[in-house]
């Protein structure tokens, strides 16, 4: 595999850099705008649009760019190394992935194309009370009544689930099985408690009480094959995300280590602190390999080599994260454990990507069950 970036794709980096570092690289200007609903800077989110970015993943048909998966990889890690708070990866990724694959062409072209221009902000309502990670719905059920459909039940964590104009809503089926519904942010019975999330973000509470709501694709088509493939891409979108934050964070602490100084020397002339350091990077490198694999598979890899890329990477992501991010603490001091640092959010960025699609404890539980499927290998009979 060639993980060196085109001239294309080197521009689009260097263009994203731009915007955002542009917004965000003053780390005030993040708290600032994380504090107000709905928790991101609308005129971002268009600027973002005009750039083309919001419409990347989508045919051109359907009003995007018709970009592959290493070009929203890009997006992602510019948006992780400033943890932009606008909802590229809920939006974009999840809920817009989700219609790209499931819907119909008017589907399609009516909903991604708003999502592509920025007059639309997508969420995925998929997790319910008590039950998280899988792709089925249970609790939230969908009744059908001649050609109408109406959806009962509770969704949490819904990502932005109080701004988004449309709403994704998977639900059980009367036949069995989990379909996809589009739910209108103003339908009837739908009611949505929005709250901040401890990284800044939001989620909201949706319920649903005989809300009307528009099959996804053929009305009663069990979808819960393509919401499993589209979240094994989130997860490896939300490491690409998680990767761009590594690299801020071990780039802040070896700055901090070259200007703090400690018995008249900066803490870089300190052995012990520089080991920890490289023990850092070893982390990172270890986790973009594998990111830029993952990102790769997603191309030619079936769902089965998807999901199984996504488990492998989001485990490495959880273990790397969390070095990275304890040890940036550490080496910071209490400096680190302020609001007004950094250094602080993004650790806590890092751990609720971690959670958000399932931990590093699942991933292992996921890969494990697998591993009866490989051949014995006896590393003593060579």
Same mark, same amino acid.
């Given at each position: 595999?060639?993980?060196t970036?085109?001239? @294309? ?10 915007l ?12 600032q705008?994380?504090?107000?609903d ?6 971002q989110?268009s600027?973002l649009a @005009? ?15 018709g ?19 606008e ?7 999840l809920a ?5 694959a499931?819907?119909?062409?008017e589907?399609?072209?009516?909903v991604?194309? %708003?999502?592509a221009a920025?007059d ?12 998280r ?14 050609g109408?459909?109406?959806l ?5 964590p819904?990502?932005?689930?109080a701004?988004a ?14 379909g996809?519904f ?7 019975g ?9 990284d800044?973000?939001?989620?909201a509470?949706?319920?649903?009480d005989?809300?009307?709501?528009v099959?996804?694709?053929a ?7 393509s ?6 891409i989130?997860?490896?979108m939300a490491?690409?995300?998680s990767?761009?934050a590594?690299?801020?964070?071990l ?8 200007s703090?100084?400690?018995?008249? =020397? ?6 012990? +602190?520089?080991?920890?350091? %490289?023990?850092?990077y070893t ?7 594998l990111?830029d694999?993952?990102?790769m598979v997603?191309s030619a890899g079936?769902p089965?080599?998807?999901?199984? %890329?996504?488990a492998r =990477?989001s +485990? ?5 994260g969390?070095h990275?991010g ?11 454990m302020?609001a007004?640092y950094? =250094? *602080?959010?993004?650790v ?6 971690d959670h958000?699609? *399932? ?8 890969l494990s ?7 014995l ?5 060579r």
């Amino acid at each position: 595999m060639d993980f060196t970036y085109d001239d @294309e794709q080197v521009a689009l980096r260097d263009a994203v850099r731009g915007l955002v570092g542009k917004a965000y690289g003053d780390y005030e200007r993040r708290r600032q705008v994380v504090k107000e609903d709905p928790g991101f800077d609308e005129k971002q989110w268009s600027r973002l649009a @005009e750039m083309g970015i919001l419409g990347l993943p989508f045919s051109e048909e359907d009003g995007g760019v018709g970009a592959g998966p290493v070009e929203i990889g890009i997006v992602c890690q510019e948006l992780g190394r400033t943890i932009a708070p606008e909802p590229f990866l809920a939006s974009v990724v999840l809920a817009g992935g989700l219609v790209a694959a499931a819907g119909t062409p008017e589907q399609r072209a009516e909903v991604l194309g %708003a999502l592509a221009a920025g007059d639309s902000v997508l969420a995925f309502a998929h997790d319910e009370p008590g039950r998280r990670w899988g792709a089925a719905a249970e609790s939230v059920t969908a009744a059908q009544d001649g050609g109408s459909w109406t959806l009962t039940g509770v969704k949490e964590p819904v990502l932005h689930g109080a701004r988004a104009d449309v709403l994704v809503v998977s639900a059980a089926l009367p036949g069995g099985g989990t379909g996809a519904f589009l739910v209108a942010g103003d339908a009837e019975g739908l009611s949505r408690a929005g709250y901040p999330t401890y990284d800044g973000g939001r989620a909201a509470r949706v319920a649903l009480d005989q809300t009307p709501a528009v099959p996804l694709g053929a009305p009663g088509l069990d979808l819960s094959g393509s919401i499993a493939t589209v979240l094994d891409i989130t997860r490896i979108m939300a490491a690409n995300q998680s990767l761009g934050a590594m690299q801020t964070l071990l780039g802040a602490t070896t700055d901090y280590l070259k200007s703090r100084k400690q018995f008249g =020397v900066t803490l870089n002339h300190f052995q012990a +602190l520089t080991f920890r350091a %490289a023990d850092m990077y070893t982390s990172l490198e270890l986790t973009h390999s594998l990111v830029d694999w993952a990102t790769m598979v997603i191309s030619a890899g079936t769902p089965e080599e998807v999901a199984a %890329a996504a488990a492998r =990477v989001s +485990l490495q992501v959880s273990r790397g994260g969390r070095h990275v991010g304890q040890e940036a603490i550490q080496l910071h001091g209490g400096i680190a454990m302020t609001a007004e640092y950094h =250094v *602080g959010m993004y650790v806590a960025h890092l751990t609720a990507l971690d959670h958000l699609f *399932g931990d590093g404890d699942h991933q292992v539980r996921k890969l494990s069950a697998t591993v009866a499927d490989y051949d014995l290998l006896d590393p003593l009979d060579r």
